[in-house]
């Protein structure tokens, strides 16, 4: 049975989603940051059929609290591929860009070519327990069997949010990975500070989570490539949108004395192109020009861990010897390259766009990227579309 | 505080371990099985000065439990490079010869180039758990800061035991993997059923932990070289001891009703030898060779994956700017891959030797490789060594 | 125009593949080595559909010759996958067990997941005339075409001839690459001192080609594996035959006064069953078991490169969009790993057998693995197999 | 005796280099391009001490000649670590962005960790004849010794100019080679349409080689950190300049009709910080965020590949038995992967606005990116320095 503590979490959070949904927050498209492109209706990584997420956000305690009881800034966030109520696996592959991080599960990744379950993504210190409770989450739905016979190697990444949340005194519970997993859904995702996301920084303004996604031309295929980013990484000097100095010319507030690249970022990259291991292993390599585009360094105290997954052939994990799949030839995947990389460019300030001002642990307090004043730069280099 | 069934298995695991002490069993070198090279004094990984190991054995129950409630078959194994008080690093690099397993916090290892903290070994649906373990367990001991500005990323590793062991009832708890470390020490190691590899079998004999080492010659510097294993993988029909075909003459009472090499396996390589990662990592992808003197195919079900640690060079991770470090040339690491090679053929078979029958889950049974039997082929094909 | 020495040398080739044709040679499982599973019709990697093998073979010059002139013991060897003349490609992987060596082309193979032309083996000092040779042999061909408006990157491996052959006189040309490709053919294939084998050196005895392949069972498939070595690689005492340690019971007439592991070892693997990149990475990586098997630590200074391809899915490099292959599930794979381990470990032994005593360079003499001693030696081992 | 031809390129690039170095060309900073950092004196990567750089430049024939005969626009560019006098190896290792190109050597880079010899850039057909020459180049000089003991894996890279040059004419000899060897210095390098870049082309402008540095506070080591690129890669829609959109704003004139990412790019990093190789790979990484910033997306037909050295410790390779290196902690290396970045931003424009128009063969023209209007964009867009 949850805890108390849990489940005043969970319901706080599924009240500040309905909040949220009652109230759609304006994302980087609306206050005119150009990006080049064309998203999906969601513009998220939903927007590839079957893809759900999910989140469990865990916020209690002021800034004044004390370790291992809180202040709690964290959570939980869930990308089921197929959606919660399938057990069929889909093509993948991993890449790290600097790998200052955790990933579980990627050494089956690569060997088999297949992820076989949700991507979880929550802090630090709080992989093992998401990792063996997406165990018992399968288990439980008869997956491995009750025999035991079948084994499970999860995938579970994080960030760390020790800046604004209690890390060390573990408040991520089993029953908060199965929630993100129970209300996983399609259609919008939650962005900025749920989820795993929810303690989160990224160049020195609050960060969490963030998405978007390109839906390529009917000449191209049609195809569908959606991102999603726990973002907490960056400096601020560095960071640029659509291009533009953004973070020099916002000095002000930054979150930590130094400006260093410290935190990490892990990015999930969903397509409905049907492509091989092999592909989809560029195709995660390619996250990291789109966070050259925003100007990362990818500083050493960073863990910059991408996977990327084909939801086309279905059924492959389970058929019986030879069988038929269906791929693209190499020579058509630019399209899906550049898709990547403007989506993953886009759903970084997404996270920083979404994520307002937060206070969390010794009273740390991390400022939202000011509205306004992004406007103005933008504005100020000509780089203002509407 | 420790649930009651973990403390009566820590007093079990404690009360077998003392019982081993006080009668040693023979290894595969006193049943007479002929192995090159010289081995340190207790022809284990602890050879290396400052390797520590601890193993929590978990055993409770007979075959007739059910699922969730036992019986108990598993455990936690901990490597420590630098020995239980020392936050010390070492260098450090991995391979994977087939990824149907997890090692967890390989990825900053790469990169990084160290290994920062022990190395774990349980069973597949405990990895969790232990991870996390580890980071409390630092936490504890001022690593990482009560601030929480540091964090942690665990290596632990796992092998699948369900055949013999309730595997998703998760009876491994945080106090076994920390149990495991406190009782770390130095001398000899057990082995056989015991720590991580309790519930585990090879070549489709009862399997487990095995260790072994090699000491160069002075010419070749003197270095040692220690192996440990967690040993689960292997066909019988494939199993070569010293190069004869062993399993095929023992065909009699296999686990599984197909001889598959099925399982995994994980080793760790230690040694005191000035290696730099770049170095370690041939080192570790040696350990494949010596899986092939004793017949391993690596299966698809198998998680080979192996870590490497040099002890030398005590105090890097922690200098500042530019700092001295030994490395040894090239040109003088045959000795020292030739060495993994062969402590690693060994390690395995000692795995078996010490591992005697268990009666686990479901009431499967799986025999220990019978030592009579052995010399018997041993002397068929002229091998026997004494 | 080819130079008179090298027409000379093609000729004297050819020769003495007639002769050779004309007086077979034992194979090591005519000497009664006793290997495991069920080659096919030649016991070759041309026992997979479609695959062609070409040597030239350069012997000219005693040992008593200087540097730059002579003598010449070296060669070029082609492996066609879909034989000479087909353009399209196969799907295909690499991997390196250790890396003094040299394998070009390898990095578009690996993310391209396509070998598009042969794999070519020459000495070290060789492999850029061959390769662009390649290049011009494919523009000859029509590809690319003569618009350039296509490239190439060729697959050209190497092993290191010094000892036997005047590597610094460069007496590779580029028509001795174009006799391998134009000569090639399915069939029974040269083994010994032949090819790019011509002047090798394996466990201290004269080296050079071997090939080995392997049948699987109808119920897994009945697919094809075939394997060909260029082998030059290993230590004396470290050799060991069916597991039996016969490099130790042979110490006569060390090629090199020290025993070390130097040398290289180039394989490819080669099926027919449908595998894609990823599946086909961990078929070459098998490869390295096999040569555990044999005995192998790869030192220092072996280049031990492993290529695999699959010969099923024709047309997929040049199909347009998304377009249906098929593929083997991973739970079918074990079969082909074993399939790979066996036919290495036969190859590499193939290649000793076939490789009579040769004198070059310095009029150093290197000698054949005497077939009597190798028949008494797995005799006192009870391993003879007739 | 090189051929006639080639003896008048020679004379021909001497003295183009002559003018070019009589008349001054402006550099990307020259026209106002704002950069981040502080370069060396000559914003090269020779301002990493020891290193030079040599081109040998082949331009001859109008565009009408034919395949086979020309016309020439072809080159090679060697780096020397420690100069052509020295055959001291350097720590390396390297990295694929995008795998549709060749850098031979790289897998005993990879192993070993060292880079023995120069790196050599060419066409992408004449990899084969630079690879061999490098050889020769060092027997002659005494590297590899004339017993031929030695061996060497020379590191070549290409990118594809067959726009432009009569690639399969395969115009680049032995002596090209040699001569960018023999001619590489130590001060400025000639940029633009030179050695190997010659004939190349960078987001659908003519590009080439192109260079530039940074130089570390003394409070981070004062290291220098130098980039060089043989720039042939990019579509013109995506380039961005400072972040500009300077590619769409000049859509005039594309090389070629479709405006794919075609072609590659090799970059060479140089650094005298004391990394070790696991370091050095993670330096290599970070080029792919500078091509980020230039808006990359690393096309399918890209070969986009890059090796960086320290030529710190010097003698590292030749030492014996166990020896002291210096070595930065990893704490350390955030300035140098800050200052790797915004060096291969910068080389990369460097390159582009070096290269002047060029008419090559069947009258493919590519024109230079112009300066004025590049300045009119950056204004536009209030990005002009100066």
């Known amino acids: 049975m949850p805890k108390p503590q849990a489940v005043i979490s969970v319901i706080c959070a599924i009240a500040l989603s309905t909040a949220l949904a009652a109230q759609p927050k304006p994302r980087a498209r609306d206050l005119g940051v150009p990006f080049d492109g064309v998203p999906g209706p969601n513009n998220a990584i939903t927007d590839v059929k079957g893809v759900e997420v999910g989140h469990t956000t865990l916020i209690s305690g002021d800034g004044s609290l004390k370790v291992g009881v809180g202040p709690v800034r964290t959570g939980v966030t869930a990308v089921l591929p197929r959606g919660k109520n399938s057990t069929d696996a889909v093509f993948a592959a991993w890449f790290t860009l600097n790998g200052n991080g955790e990933m579980t599960g990627t050494t089956w990744v690569e060997d088999s070519g297949f992820l076989d379950g949700p991507v979880m993504i929550t802090n630090t210190h709080s992989v093992g327990v998401v990792r063996d409770a997406v165990i018992g989450w399968k288990v439980r739905n008869g997956h491995p069997d009750m025999e035991g016979y079948w084994w499970s190697l999860p995938v579970v990444a994080e960030t760390w949010d020790g800046y604004l949340n209690d890390i060390n005194g573990f408040h991520v519970k089993p029953e908060d990975a199965i929630h993100a997993l129970d209300s996983a859904h399609s259609g919008p995702v939650e962005e900025g500070s749920v989820g795993g996301g929810t303690g989160m920084i990224c160049n020195q303004f609050k960060g969490g989570i963030g998405t978007s996604s390109r839906v390529l031309d009917a000449k191209d295929g049609g195809y569908t490539v959606g991102v999603l980013v726990q973002c907490n990484y960056g400096s601020r000097d560095e960071l640029r949108v659509a291009g533009v100095p953004v973070g020099r010319?916002?000095?002000?507030?930054?979150?930590?004395?130094?400006?260093?690249?410290?935190?990490?970022?892990?990015?999930?990259?969903?397509?409905?192109?049907?492509?091989?291991?092999?592909?989809?292993?560029?195709?995660?390599?390619?996250?990291?020009?789109?966070?050259?585009?925003?100007?990362?360094?990818?500083?050493?105290?960073?863990?910059?861990?991408?996977?990327?997954?084909?939801?086309?052939?279905?059924?492959?994990?389970?058929?019986?010897?030879?069988?038929?799949?269906?791929?693209?030839?190499?020579?058509?995947?630019?399209?899906?390259?550049?898709?990547?990389?403007?989506?993953?460019?886009?759903?970084?300030?997404?996270?920083?766009?979404?994520?307002?001002?937060?206070?969390?642990?010794?009273?740390?307090?991390?400022?939202?990227?000011?509205?306004?004043?992004?406007?103005e730069v933008l504005k100020e280099y000509n780089r203002l579309a509407k």
């Open 249 to 375: 010319e916002i000095p002000e507030h930054k979150a930590y004395e130094q400006d260093q690249d410290t935190g990490s970022i892990i990015v999930v990259v969903a397509t409905d192109a049907p492509l091989i291991p092999t592909q989809l292993k560029r195709v995660a390599r390619r996250v990291s020009l789109g966070l050259g585009r925003d100007g990362s360094y990818s500083g050493d105290g960073s863990g910059d861990i991408f996977i990327a997954f084909s939801t086309a052939n279905g059924g492959a994990v389970a058929a019986k010897g030879a069988h038929p799949i269906n791929v693209l030839t190499n020579d058509a995947l630019d399209p899906i390259f550049l898709a990547t990389v403007r989506a993953t460019e886009e759903a970084v300030i997404n996270a920083m766009v979404a994520a307002g001002t937060m206070t969390g642990i010794n009273n740390h307090k991390v400022i939202g990227l000011p509205h306004d004043k992004l406007r």
